[in-house]
Protein backbone atom coordinates (compact mmCIF):
# COMPACT_ATOMS: atom_id res chain seq x y z
CA UNK A 1 0.00 0.00 0.00
CA UNK A 2 1.24 3.40 -0.97
CA UNK A 3 1.73 5.91 1.94
CA UNK A 4 0.68 9.64 2.16
CA UNK A 5 -3.17 10.93 1.22
CA UNK A 6 -2.97 8.45 -2.03
CA UNK A 7 -2.28 5.62 0.48
CA UNK A 8 -5.66 5.82 2.31
CA UNK A 9 -8.42 4.13 1.19
CA UNK A 10 -12.16 5.42 0.41
CA UNK A 11 -13.19 3.79 3.70
CA UNK A 12 -10.67 5.69 5.91
CA UNK A 13 -11.23 8.71 3.91
CA UNK A 14 -14.81 8.77 4.46
CA UNK A 15 -14.08 8.20 8.45
CA UNK A 16 -12.52 11.45 8.47
CA UNK A 17 -14.85 13.49 6.81
CA UNK A 18 -17.35 12.53 9.13
CA UNK A 19 -15.36 13.39 12.02
CA UNK A 20 -14.49 16.89 10.53
CA UNK A 21 -18.09 17.48 9.93
CA UNK A 22 -19.41 16.41 13.57
CA UNK A 23 -16.50 18.27 15.19
CA UNK A 24 -18.07 21.80 13.35
CA UNK A 25 -21.19 20.99 14.04
CA UNK A 26 -20.23 20.74 17.96
CA UNK A 27 -18.20 23.98 17.66
CA UNK A 28 -20.94 25.71 15.88
CA UNK A 29 -23.68 24.49 18.49
CA UNK A 30 -21.28 25.85 21.20
CA UNK A 31 -20.33 29.02 20.17
CA UNK A 32 -23.86 30.12 18.93
CA UNK A 33 -22.43 31.55 15.47
CA UNK A 34 -23.67 31.40 11.85
CA UNK A 35 -22.04 28.06 10.28
CA UNK A 36 -20.32 29.89 7.82
CA UNK A 37 -19.34 32.17 10.50
CA UNK A 38 -16.72 29.61 11.45
CA UNK A 39 -14.76 29.35 8.27
CA UNK A 40 -14.38 33.22 8.46
CA UNK A 41 -12.12 35.49 10.27
CA UNK A 42 -13.49 37.48 13.27
CA UNK A 43 -15.07 40.63 12.87
CA UNK A 44 -13.26 44.17 14.37
CA UNK A 45 -14.95 44.85 17.71
CA UNK A 46 -15.91 48.26 16.05
CA UNK A 47 -18.18 46.48 13.36
CA UNK A 48 -19.76 44.96 16.01
CA UNK A 49 -23.08 46.78 17.06
CA UNK A 50 -23.34 48.16 20.24
CA UNK A 51 -24.43 46.00 23.09
CA UNK A 52 -26.64 49.43 24.56
CA UNK A 53 -28.26 49.20 21.91
CA UNK A 54 -29.37 45.19 22.40
CA UNK A 55 -30.37 45.62 25.95
CA UNK A 56 -32.85 49.15 25.19
CA UNK A 57 -35.49 49.69 23.00
CA UNK A 58 -35.11 47.31 19.35
CA UNK A 59 -33.87 49.40 16.88
CA UNK A 60 -36.29 49.78 14.42
CA UNK A 61 -38.47 51.22 17.13
CA UNK A 62 -36.11 54.20 16.91
CA UNK A 63 -36.68 54.71 13.05
CA UNK A 64 -39.58 53.36 12.07
CA UNK A 65 -42.26 53.61 15.05
CA UNK A 66 -40.72 57.65 15.58
CA UNK A 67 -41.15 58.65 12.06
CA UNK A 68 -37.21 59.17 11.98
CA UNK A 69 -36.72 61.80 14.74
CA UNK A 70 -33.35 61.35 14.76
CA UNK A 71 -32.70 61.45 10.70
CA UNK A 72 -34.76 64.94 11.45
CA UNK A 73 -32.66 66.39 13.80
CA UNK A 74 -29.37 65.47 11.70
CA UNK A 75 -30.86 67.44 8.87
CA UNK A 76 -30.35 70.25 11.23
CA UNK A 77 -26.57 69.36 11.63
CA UNK A 78 -25.67 69.64 7.46
CA UNK A 79 -27.58 66.67 6.00
CA UNK A 80 -29.01 68.61 2.87
CA UNK A 81 -32.64 68.23 2.87
CA UNK A 82 -34.19 65.84 -0.04
CA UNK A 83 -31.02 63.40 0.42
CA UNK A 84 -32.17 60.23 1.48
CA UNK A 85 -30.20 58.18 4.20
CA UNK A 86 -28.90 54.72 3.53
CA UNK A 87 -29.31 51.86 6.43
CA UNK A 88 -25.67 52.57 7.30
CA UNK A 89 -26.40 56.08 8.16
CA UNK A 90 -29.48 55.45 10.26
CA UNK A 91 -27.20 52.71 11.99
CA UNK A 92 -24.99 55.81 12.74
CA UNK A 93 -27.67 57.67 14.29
CA UNK A 94 -28.56 54.70 16.59
CA UNK A 95 -25.04 54.29 17.39
CA UNK A 96 -23.20 56.08 19.79
CA UNK A 97 -20.67 58.48 18.46
CA UNK A 98 -17.37 58.00 19.71
CA UNK A 99 -16.72 61.05 21.95
CA UNK A 100 -20.47 61.38 22.73
CA UNK A 101 -22.50 60.10 25.56
CA UNK A 102 -24.78 57.68 25.36
CA UNK A 103 -28.25 58.04 22.90
CA UNK A 104 -31.05 57.66 25.53
CA UNK A 105 -34.57 56.33 23.99
CA UNK A 106 -37.28 57.61 25.78
CA UNK A 107 -39.82 55.14 27.13
CA UNK A 108 -42.83 57.08 29.09
CA UNK A 109 -44.23 56.25 32.32
CA UNK A 110 -47.71 54.20 32.54
CA UNK A 111 -49.70 56.05 34.34
CA UNK A 112 -50.85 54.78 37.52
CA UNK A 113 -52.44 55.90 40.78
CA UNK A 114 -49.74 55.73 43.32
CA UNK A 115 -45.92 54.48 43.20
CA UNK A 116 -46.30 50.69 42.03
CA UNK A 117 -42.95 50.02 43.90
CA UNK A 118 -42.19 49.11 47.15
CA UNK A 119 -39.13 52.05 47.75
CA UNK A 120 -37.45 54.54 45.42
CA UNK A 121 -34.57 51.96 45.54
CA UNK A 122 -36.64 48.94 43.81
CA UNK A 123 -37.97 52.15 41.31
CA UNK A 124 -34.46 52.57 40.16
CA UNK A 125 -32.87 49.15 40.52
CA UNK A 126 -36.44 48.50 37.24
CA UNK A 127 -35.55 51.56 35.53
CA UNK A 128 -31.71 50.46 35.56
CA UNK A 129 -33.20 46.69 34.06
CA UNK A 130 -34.55 48.51 31.56
CA UNK A 131 -31.65 48.82 29.46
CA UNK A 132 -31.09 52.43 28.03
CA UNK A 133 -34.42 53.98 28.96
CA UNK A 134 -33.44 56.98 31.73
CA UNK A 135 -36.81 58.76 33.17
CA UNK A 136 -37.04 61.25 35.55
CA UNK A 137 -40.57 62.58 36.61
CA UNK A 138 -40.20 66.35 37.16
CA UNK A 139 -42.41 65.46 40.70
CA UNK A 140 -40.85 62.21 42.15
CA UNK A 141 -44.76 61.85 43.57
CA UNK A 142 -47.05 62.08 40.50
CA UNK A 143 -50.73 63.67 40.10
CA UNK A 144 -52.61 60.57 39.64
CA UNK A 145 -54.91 62.79 37.69
CA UNK A 146 -52.11 63.94 35.55
CA UNK A 147 -49.75 62.43 33.17
CA UNK A 148 -45.95 62.16 34.07
CA UNK A 149 -43.98 65.05 32.79
CA UNK A 150 -40.62 63.72 32.35
CA UNK A 151 -37.17 64.95 30.88
CA UNK A 152 -35.66 62.51 27.62
CA UNK A 153 -31.16 63.29 27.55
CA UNK A 154 -29.82 63.01 23.93
CA UNK A 155 -26.12 63.06 23.22
CA UNK A 156 -26.28 66.59 21.80
CA UNK A 157 -29.01 68.30 23.62
CA UNK A 158 -31.93 68.38 26.17
CA UNK A 159 -35.26 68.02 25.37
CA UNK A 160 -38.60 68.36 27.28
CA UNK A 161 -41.72 65.89 25.94
CA UNK A 162 -45.14 67.34 27.90
CA UNK A 163 -48.03 64.88 27.19
CA UNK A 164 -51.19 66.89 27.02
CA UNK A 165 -52.62 67.44 30.65
CA UNK A 166 -55.45 66.74 32.23
CA UNK A 167 -55.11 69.35 34.94
CA UNK A 168 -52.77 71.46 35.45
CA UNK A 169 -51.70 71.44 39.64
CA UNK A 170 -51.69 73.95 41.36
CA UNK A 171 -48.18 75.59 42.48
CA UNK A 172 -46.64 74.17 39.32
CA UNK A 173 -44.98 75.58 36.48
CA UNK A 174 -45.00 73.98 33.19
CA UNK A 175 -42.75 74.73 29.90
CA UNK A 176 -43.87 73.54 26.18
CA UNK A 177 -41.38 72.93 23.81
CA UNK A 178 -41.89 72.44 20.16
CA UNK A 179 -39.10 70.46 18.43
CA UNK A 180 -37.23 72.97 16.28
CA UNK A 181 -36.25 70.81 13.45
CA UNK A 182 -38.85 69.42 10.77
CA UNK A 183 -38.00 68.31 6.81
CA UNK A 184 -40.04 70.63 5.10
CA UNK A 185 -37.97 73.50 6.56
CA UNK A 186 -40.71 75.01 8.32
CA UNK A 187 -39.93 77.56 10.63
CA UNK A 188 -40.52 76.17 14.02
CA UNK A 189 -42.72 77.69 16.89
CA UNK A 190 -42.02 77.85 20.82
CA UNK A 191 -44.53 77.70 23.34
CA UNK A 192 -44.08 78.51 26.63
CA UNK A 193 -47.26 77.93 28.84
CA UNK A 194 -46.79 78.70 32.86
CA UNK A 195 -48.91 78.68 35.17
CA UNK A 196 -49.56 81.21 38.18
CA UNK A 197 -48.97 80.16 41.79
CA UNK A 198 -51.69 82.49 42.43
CA UNK A 199 -53.67 84.51 40.62
CA UNK A 200 -54.39 84.67 36.47
CA UNK A 201 -52.33 84.10 33.62
CA UNK A 202 -49.99 86.71 31.68
CA UNK A 203 -51.74 87.90 28.04
CA UNK A 204 -51.22 85.15 26.17
CA UNK A 205 -50.60 87.15 22.87
CA UNK A 206 -47.00 87.62 24.05
CA UNK A 207 -46.91 83.73 24.99
CA UNK A 208 -42.82 83.46 23.85
CA UNK A 209 -42.01 85.17 26.50
CA UNK A 210 -44.67 84.77 29.68
CA UNK A 211 -43.35 84.50 33.22
CA UNK A 212 -44.50 83.24 36.18
CA UNK A 213 -46.26 85.58 38.81
CA UNK A 214 -47.57 86.25 42.00
CA UNK A 215 -50.93 87.86 43.08
CA UNK A 216 -49.90 88.48 46.33
CA UNK A 217 -52.29 90.76 47.92
CA UNK A 218 -55.67 90.02 46.36
CA UNK A 219 -57.63 87.73 49.69
CA UNK A 220 -58.97 85.31 47.20
CA UNK A 221 -56.98 83.10 45.21
CA UNK A 222 -57.96 83.36 41.08
CA UNK A 223 -58.90 80.62 39.14
CA UNK A 224 -55.92 79.50 37.08
CA UNK A 225 -56.13 79.48 33.44
CA UNK A 226 -53.80 77.26 30.69
CA UNK A 227 -54.65 79.92 28.18
CA UNK A 228 -55.21 83.52 29.31
CA UNK A 229 -56.00 86.09 26.86
CA UNK A 230 -57.61 89.50 27.97
CA UNK A 231 -58.42 90.57 24.37
CA UNK A 232 -60.44 87.75 23.68
CA UNK A 233 -64.12 88.11 25.03
CA UNK A 234 -67.43 90.33 25.46
CA UNK A 235 -68.81 93.38 26.87
CA UNK A 236 -71.57 93.42 29.83
CA UNK A 237 -73.57 95.44 31.10
CA UNK A 238 -72.85 95.98 35.11
CA UNK A 239 -74.40 98.19 37.53
CA UNK A 240 -71.02 98.53 39.26
CA UNK A 241 -69.82 100.93 36.54
CA UNK A 242 -68.30 103.61 36.18
CA UNK A 243 -66.35 103.31 38.82
CA UNK A 244 -66.16 107.24 39.14
CA UNK A 245 -68.24 110.41 38.90
CA UNK A 246 -68.19 111.91 35.62
CA UNK A 247 -69.27 115.39 37.28
CA UNK A 248 -65.96 114.77 39.57
CA UNK A 249 -62.52 114.08 39.31
CA UNK A 250 -61.70 117.61 38.52
CA UNK A 251 -58.81 117.31 40.32
CA UNK A 252 -56.82 114.93 37.59
CA UNK A 253 -59.37 114.90 34.85
CA UNK A 254 -59.65 117.40 31.85
CA UNK A 255 -62.31 119.22 31.44
CA UNK A 256 -62.43 118.39 27.30
CA UNK A 257 -63.10 114.90 28.12
CA UNK A 258 -65.18 115.22 30.55
CA UNK A 259 -68.48 113.92 28.38
CA UNK A 260 -70.91 114.96 31.84
CA UNK A 261 -69.73 118.45 31.46
CA UNK A 262 -70.55 119.10 27.91
CA UNK A 263 -74.01 118.64 25.68
CA UNK A 264 -74.30 114.96 25.41
CA UNK A 265 -77.51 113.62 26.97
CA UNK A 266 -76.80 109.90 26.56
CA UNK A 267 -74.37 108.43 29.13
CA UNK A 268 -74.93 104.60 28.71
CA UNK A 269 -71.53 104.43 26.83
CA UNK A 270 -69.95 104.56 30.87
CA UNK A 271 -72.11 100.78 32.16
CA UNK A 272 -70.23 98.25 30.36
CA UNK A 273 -67.39 95.92 31.60
CA UNK A 274 -65.36 94.06 29.66
CA UNK A 275 -65.42 90.04 30.85
CA UNK A 276 -62.34 87.75 29.41
CA UNK A 277 -63.39 84.51 28.42
CA UNK A 278 -60.87 82.44 29.54
CA UNK A 279 -59.59 84.62 32.79
CA UNK A 280 -60.69 86.10 36.14
CA UNK A 281 -60.24 89.79 35.94
CA UNK A 282 -60.02 91.18 39.57
CA UNK A 283 -62.66 93.98 40.71
CA UNK A 284 -60.62 97.47 40.65
CA UNK A 285 -60.74 98.75 43.99
CA UNK A 286 -58.30 101.94 44.91
CA UNK A 287 -56.83 100.68 47.71
CA UNK A 288 -56.18 97.24 46.50
CA UNK A 289 -54.27 98.73 43.38
CA UNK A 290 -52.25 101.57 45.88
CA UNK A 291 -51.43 98.33 47.83
CA UNK A 292 -50.16 96.42 45.04
CA UNK A 293 -47.91 99.32 44.08
CA UNK A 294 -46.76 100.13 47.68
CA UNK A 295 -43.06 101.36 47.18
CA UNK A 296 -43.51 101.50 43.63
CA UNK A 297 -43.78 103.75 40.61
CA UNK A 298 -46.02 103.52 37.37
CA UNK A 299 -45.12 104.86 34.50
CA UNK A 300 -47.31 105.52 31.24
CA UNK A 301 -45.13 106.84 28.25
CA UNK A 302 -46.75 107.74 25.01
CA UNK A 303 -49.61 110.05 22.96
CA UNK A 304 -52.61 112.37 24.21
CA UNK A 305 -54.15 108.43 24.68
CA UNK A 306 -51.45 107.25 26.97
CA UNK A 307 -52.27 110.98 28.98
CA UNK A 308 -55.96 109.96 28.85
CA UNK A 309 -55.22 106.46 30.53
CA UNK A 310 -52.88 108.26 33.04
CA UNK A 311 -55.99 110.62 33.77
CA UNK A 312 -58.09 107.53 33.90
CA UNK A 313 -55.66 105.29 36.44
CA UNK A 314 -55.45 108.70 38.90
CA UNK A 315 -59.50 109.18 38.76
CA UNK A 316 -59.94 104.91 39.49
CA UNK A 317 -57.50 105.08 42.16
CA UNK A 318 -59.22 108.37 44.05
CA UNK A 319 -62.83 107.11 43.27
CA UNK A 320 -62.94 110.43 41.71
CA UNK A 321 -62.54 112.34 44.94
CA UNK A 322 -60.48 115.41 45.89
CA UNK A 323 -57.15 114.29 47.28
CA UNK A 324 -55.53 116.98 49.10
CA UNK A 325 -52.93 114.48 50.60
CA UNK A 326 -51.75 113.74 46.87
CA UNK A 327 -48.08 115.53 46.54
CA UNK A 328 -47.62 116.59 43.02
CA UNK A 329 -43.15 115.12 42.51
CA UNK A 330 -43.40 116.26 39.48
CA UNK A 331 -39.63 117.94 40.04
CA UNK A 332 -38.30 114.80 40.30
CA UNK A 333 -38.58 113.57 37.34
CA UNK A 334 -37.94 117.02 35.19
CA UNK A 335 -41.94 117.44 34.60
CA UNK A 336 -42.31 121.06 34.80
CA UNK A 337 -43.53 123.36 32.97
CA UNK A 338 -41.19 125.03 30.39
CA UNK A 339 -41.30 129.03 30.00
CA UNK A 340 -43.89 129.69 27.14
CA UNK A 341 -44.81 125.81 27.52
CA UNK A 342 -48.90 125.19 27.32
CA UNK A 343 -48.27 122.64 29.84
CA UNK A 344 -45.13 120.19 30.90
CA UNK A 345 -44.10 117.33 29.21
CA UNK A 346 -45.93 115.12 32.08
CA UNK A 347 -47.09 114.43 35.68
CA UNK A 348 -46.03 113.00 38.71
CA UNK A 349 -48.43 112.47 41.57
CA UNK A 350 -46.85 110.78 45.08
CA UNK A 351 -49.64 108.56 47.45
CA UNK A 352 -47.86 109.39 50.71
CA UNK A 353 -50.09 106.08 52.26
CA UNK A 354 -48.34 103.45 50.19
CA UNK A 355 -45.34 105.89 48.75
CA UNK A 356 -47.10 104.95 45.64
CA UNK A 357 -46.03 107.15 42.43
CA UNK A 358 -48.81 107.44 39.33
CA UNK A 359 -46.33 109.25 36.33
CA UNK A 360 -47.50 110.36 33.20
CA UNK A 361 -44.78 111.49 30.20
CA UNK A 362 -45.53 112.51 26.92
CA UNK A 363 -43.66 111.20 24.00
CA UNK A 364 -45.93 110.71 20.81
CA UNK A 365 -43.30 108.56 18.58
CA UNK A 366 -41.13 106.83 21.64
CA UNK A 367 -38.33 108.50 19.64
CA UNK A 368 -35.64 110.11 20.96
CA UNK A 369 -36.13 114.26 20.16
CA UNK A 370 -33.52 116.37 20.16
CA UNK A 371 -32.76 119.88 18.32
CA UNK A 372 -30.67 120.10 15.19
CA UNK A 373 -29.91 123.59 15.83
CA UNK A 374 -29.59 124.52 19.56
CA UNK A 375 -29.42 128.15 18.96
CA UNK A 376 -32.53 128.53 16.73
CA UNK A 377 -36.16 128.33 18.22
CA UNK A 378 -37.12 127.48 15.12
CA UNK A 379 -34.80 124.96 14.55
CA UNK A 380 -35.96 121.30 13.09
CA UNK A 381 -35.67 118.35 15.58
CA UNK A 382 -33.92 114.77 14.90
CA UNK A 383 -36.56 112.04 15.45
CA UNK A 384 -33.95 108.88 16.13
CA UNK A 385 -36.03 106.06 14.99
CA UNK A 386 -33.53 103.68 16.43
CA UNK A 387 -33.03 105.70 19.47
CA UNK A 388 -35.21 105.13 22.71
CA UNK A 389 -36.25 108.57 24.54
CA UNK A 390 -34.09 110.26 26.63
CA UNK A 391 -36.72 110.20 29.54
CA UNK A 392 -36.43 106.58 29.49
CA UNK A 393 -32.99 106.15 29.64
CA UNK A 394 -32.79 108.78 32.31
CA UNK A 395 -35.29 107.02 34.75
CA UNK A 396 -35.48 103.39 33.97
CA UNK A 397 -33.88 102.41 37.24
CA UNK A 398 -36.94 103.88 39.27
CA UNK A 399 -40.06 102.76 37.27
CA UNK A 400 -41.63 99.15 38.76
CA UNK A 401 -44.28 98.80 35.97
CA UNK A 402 -43.91 100.95 32.29
CA UNK A 403 -46.72 101.16 30.26
CA UNK A 404 -45.54 102.37 26.01
CA UNK A 405 -47.90 103.43 23.32
CA UNK A 406 -47.92 105.18 19.79
CA UNK A 407 -49.58 105.44 16.58
CA UNK A 408 -51.58 108.55 16.08
CA UNK A 409 -48.87 111.04 15.30
CA UNK A 410 -47.40 108.51 12.51
CA UNK A 411 -48.51 110.52 9.60
CA UNK A 412 -46.66 113.45 7.64
CA UNK A 413 -49.11 116.35 8.69
CA UNK A 414 -48.02 116.04 12.56
CA UNK A 415 -44.34 115.49 11.53
CA UNK A 416 -43.84 118.38 9.32
CA UNK A 417 -45.97 119.96 12.04
CA UNK A 418 -43.55 119.17 14.78
CA UNK A 419 -40.09 120.00 12.18
CA UNK A 420 -39.58 116.05 12.86
CA UNK A 421 -36.82 114.66 10.68
CA UNK A 422 -36.04 110.94 10.71
CA UNK A 423 -32.90 110.02 11.92
CA UNK A 424 -30.93 106.43 12.20
CA UNK A 425 -27.76 105.23 13.26
CA UNK A 426 -27.19 109.68 14.29
CA UNK A 427 -27.53 110.83 10.53
CA UNK A 428 -30.28 112.19 8.30
CA UNK A 429 -32.19 109.53 7.31
CA UNK A 430 -32.08 108.76 3.01
CA UNK A 431 -33.38 105.18 2.64
CA UNK A 432 -36.85 105.61 0.95
CA UNK A 433 -38.12 102.44 2.25
CA UNK A 434 -37.69 103.58 5.64
CA UNK A 435 -39.33 106.99 5.21
CA UNK A 436 -42.06 105.31 4.35
CA UNK A 437 -44.59 106.34 7.71
CA UNK A 438 -45.77 102.43 8.13
CA UNK A 439 -41.98 101.18 7.59
CA UNK A 440 -40.78 104.26 10.25
CA UNK A 441 -42.97 103.61 12.59
CA UNK A 442 -42.21 100.04 13.19
CA UNK A 443 -38.67 100.44 13.12
CA UNK A 444 -39.23 102.99 16.15
CA UNK A 445 -41.74 100.68 18.16
CA UNK A 446 -39.01 97.67 16.99
CA UNK A 447 -36.17 99.60 18.58
CA UNK A 448 -37.48 100.99 21.98
CA UNK A 449 -38.97 97.42 22.06
CA UNK A 450 -35.69 95.79 21.53
CA UNK A 451 -33.65 98.31 24.13
CA UNK A 452 -36.46 98.28 27.02
CA UNK A 453 -36.19 94.09 26.38
CA UNK A 454 -32.06 94.74 26.88
CA UNK A 455 -32.79 96.46 30.13
CA UNK A 456 -34.98 93.58 31.74
CA UNK A 457 -32.32 92.21 33.05
CA UNK A 458 -30.74 95.12 35.34
CA UNK A 459 -34.14 95.95 36.14
CA UNK A 460 -35.10 92.28 37.43
CA UNK A 461 -38.51 94.05 39.14
CA UNK A 462 -39.42 96.15 36.73
CA UNK A 463 -42.56 94.84 34.22
CA UNK A 464 -43.01 96.61 30.96
CA UNK A 465 -45.51 96.37 28.86
CA UNK A 466 -46.97 97.92 25.27
CA UNK A 467 -50.03 98.85 24.75
CA UNK A 468 -51.74 98.18 21.50
CA UNK A 469 -53.06 101.06 19.53
CA UNK A 470 -56.59 102.72 20.57
CA UNK A 471 -58.78 102.59 17.29
CA UNK A 472 -60.39 105.51 15.64
CA UNK A 473 -64.27 105.67 14.44
CA UNK A 474 -63.88 108.84 12.00
CA UNK A 475 -66.65 107.76 9.60
CA UNK A 476 -68.04 108.85 5.92
CA UNK A 477 -64.61 111.20 6.32
CA UNK A 478 -61.66 111.72 8.47
CA UNK A 479 -60.73 114.67 10.73
CA UNK A 480 -59.80 116.67 8.80
CA UNK A 481 -62.37 115.66 5.72
CA UNK A 482 -66.30 116.17 7.44
CA UNK A 483 -65.40 112.53 8.91
CA UNK A 484 -67.83 111.92 12.22
CA UNK A 485 -68.51 109.43 15.17
CA UNK A 486 -72.60 110.57 15.72
CA UNK A 487 -73.54 107.12 17.35
CA UNK A 488 -74.90 106.89 20.28
CA UNK A 489 -76.14 103.32 20.89
CA UNK A 490 -73.57 101.03 22.65
CA UNK A 491 -72.14 98.25 20.99
CA UNK A 492 -74.19 98.68 17.40
CA UNK A 493 -71.31 97.01 15.78
CA UNK A 494 -71.29 93.56 18.19
CA UNK A 495 -70.09 92.98 21.67
CA UNK A 496 -68.12 90.12 21.60
CA UNK A 497 -64.11 89.59 20.22
CA UNK A 498 -63.61 86.19 18.67
CA UNK A 499 -60.34 86.32 17.25
CA UNK A 500 -57.23 84.76 18.80
CA UNK A 501 -54.55 87.11 17.22
CA UNK A 502 -53.73 90.95 18.37
CA UNK A 503 -55.23 93.37 15.99
CA UNK A 504 -52.16 95.43 16.39
CA UNK A 505 -49.65 92.64 14.51
CA UNK A 506 -47.01 95.65 15.20
CA UNK A 507 -46.80 95.66 18.43
CA UNK A 508 -47.72 92.45 18.66
CA UNK A 509 -44.41 91.61 16.20
CA UNK A 510 -41.83 94.00 18.51
CA UNK A 511 -42.85 92.26 21.63
CA UNK A 512 -42.93 88.39 20.49
CA UNK A 513 -40.10 86.67 21.87
CA UNK A 514 -39.16 89.46 24.90
CA UNK A 515 -39.75 90.35 28.59
CA UNK A 516 -41.89 93.21 27.19
CA UNK A 517 -45.98 91.80 27.55
CA UNK A 518 -48.55 93.33 25.53
CA UNK A 519 -51.49 95.34 26.86
CA UNK A 520 -54.27 94.77 24.04
CA UNK A 521 -56.94 96.85 23.78
CA UNK A 522 -57.32 97.51 20.33
CA UNK A 523 -59.76 94.74 19.32
CA UNK A 524 -62.39 95.54 22.62
CA UNK A 525 -61.54 99.00 21.91
CA UNK A 526 -63.00 98.71 18.54
CA UNK A 527 -66.64 97.65 19.25
CA UNK A 528 -66.55 100.91 21.67
CA UNK A 529 -67.46 103.80 18.69
CA UNK A 530 -69.96 105.17 20.61
CA UNK A 531 -67.24 106.14 23.47
CA UNK A 532 -65.59 108.83 21.88
CA UNK A 533 -65.65 112.84 22.27
CA UNK A 534 -67.66 113.27 19.35
CA UNK A 535 -69.49 116.98 18.55
CA UNK A 536 -69.77 117.35 21.71
CA UNK A 537 -67.45 120.10 23.91
CA UNK A 538 -68.21 122.49 26.73
CA UNK A 539 -67.95 125.25 23.90
CA UNK A 540 -70.22 123.46 21.60
CA UNK A 541 -68.04 124.40 19.22
CA UNK A 542 -70.16 123.16 15.46
CA UNK A 543 -68.65 121.29 13.10
CA UNK A 544 -65.95 119.88 15.33
CA UNK A 545 -65.60 116.10 15.72
CA UNK A 546 -63.32 113.96 18.05
CA UNK A 547 -63.65 110.63 17.13
CA UNK A 548 -59.96 109.95 18.66
CA UNK A 549 -60.12 110.43 22.02
CA UNK A 550 -62.32 108.99 24.41
CA UNK A 551 -65.21 110.21 27.18
CA UNK A 552 -64.17 109.75 30.54
CA UNK A 553 -65.25 107.77 32.58
CA UNK A 554 -65.01 105.27 29.79
CA UNK A 555 -63.25 102.93 27.75
CA UNK A 556 -59.99 103.87 28.83
CA UNK A 557 -61.07 102.80 32.58
CA UNK A 558 -61.05 99.06 31.34
CA UNK A 559 -57.44 99.62 29.84
CA UNK A 560 -56.38 99.88 33.15
CA UNK A 561 -58.33 97.24 34.18
CA UNK A 562 -56.44 94.77 32.04
CA UNK A 563 -53.51 96.29 33.45
CA UNK A 564 -53.97 95.98 36.90
CA UNK A 565 -54.86 92.14 36.21
CA UNK A 566 -51.78 91.47 34.56
CA UNK A 567 -49.86 93.30 37.04
Request: contains cysteine.
Amino acid sequence: MKGGFYGLRGKQISLILIALICTTIIIWAWDGTPLLATFLPPQSPLLKPSPEIIVGVPVTSSIDSKTDIRVKEDFVQGVPEGEERNEQDKQLLISDPPDKTDVKETTPLIEQKGNPYNSEEEMKLKQDLDGDTKTEPVNKTPDPETTTLYKTETDENLTIDLEEKKEIPSGSSVEKKKSKSDLSGETSIELVEKTLNSGVTMGSVNTASNETAKDENLGTDLVEKKACNYAKGKWVEDSTRPLYSGFGCKQWLSGMWACRLTQRTDFSYESFRWHPNNCEMPDFKGSSFLKRMQDKTIAIVGDSLGRQQFQSLMCMVTGGEQRSDVLDVGWEYGLVKAHGATRPDGWAYRFPSTNTTILYYWSASLCDLEPINIRDPATDWAMHLDRPPEFLRRYLHKFDVLVLNTGHHWNRGKLRANRWVMYVGGIRNTNRKIAEIGRAKDLAIYSVVKWLDSQLPKHPKLKAFFRTISPRHFFHGDWNSGGSCDNTTPLAGGKEVLQDESADPSAFSAVNGTGVKLLDITALSQLRDEGHISRYSIKATPGVQDCLHWCLPGVPDTWNEVLFAQI
